[in-house]
């Protein structure tokens, strides 16, 4: 596709729950981010992969949290027993050398 | 440790008023971006700065970056209801690294 795209775009759980959240970045970009993003908040940085290194985890922030990037494309993100403090909107983006694009989020409410 | 900030935080103005967004980060690059995030959608790039000098326009929006004072500006010019938004940069080092966004409310 032409965007970088990610699903669900929303996505209810209850506590405890895993839940998965799928990004397909734009074709040729070698980076890939994940962002966290509360309401009114800014972006909260959770993981980056660059081509074939090794991925940039410090932003995770517990061992719940878990992310792979597939053959350089396709990521998922896993929250392994969400918490409700996990509640937020997560963004992907891919970027290559003009800085990166984002998709439309996935809001994610734990209940 | 690459730091980047913005400031204003949060701008209020009334429209036809010209104000400028700053940015400043901490370590070399030559690489700067400015995104627009409208409330409850993803961020929308608005110009890609790559080299020391750059100035980029967009109707009522112009960025410049001057790389050796580290140093992004965002001017708005006779500021209009719709450039209402949360407005970030973003620093290429080895990754992407963001300012806090600067949120800007223009009135009628």
């Known amino acids: 596709g032409a965007g970088v795209s990610q699903s669900p775009s929303n996505k209810v759980t209850e506590k405890g729950k895993d839940v998965e959240l799928r990004c397909d970045p734009i074709?040729?970009?070698?980076?890939l981010y994940w962002y966290r993003q509360s309401l009114g908040q800014g972006l909260e940085f959770l993981i980056y992969f660059q081509g074939n290194s090794a991925p940039d985890k410090s932003g995770l922030p517990s061992d719940r949290f878990s992310a792979e990037r597939t053959g350089g494309s396709v990521s998922t993100l896993t929250i392994q027993r969400t918490q409700q403090e996990d509640s937020a909107v997560y963004l992907c983006?891919?970027?290559?050398?003009?800085?990166?694009?984002f998709g439309q989020g996935t809001r994610l409410t734990v209940v | 440790e690459l730091k980047v900030e913005q400031n204003p935080l949060f701008l209020s103005m009334q429209e036809g008023k010209n104000y400028t967004i700053y940015c400043n980060y901490s370590t070399t690059s030559d690489r700067l971006y400015w995104y627009r995030q409208d409330p409850g959608k993803s961020l929308e790039s608005l110009f890609v700065l790559l080299s020391n000098g750059a100035v980029k326009q967009e109707g009522r929006l112009m960025a410049s970056l001057d790389t050796k004072a580290r140093l992004s500006t965002l001017h708005i010019t006779a500021a209009v209801h719709d450039l209402s938004a949360t407005y970030f940069c973003?620093?290429?080092?080895?990754?992407?690294?963001w300012g806090a966004g600067t949120k800007l409310i223009i009135k009628p």
């Open positions: 074709s040729g970009h070698t980076a």
């Open positions: 973003a620093v290429d080092s080895y990754q992407l690294i």
């Open positions: 983006a891919s970027a290559f050398d003009r800085g990166a694009f």
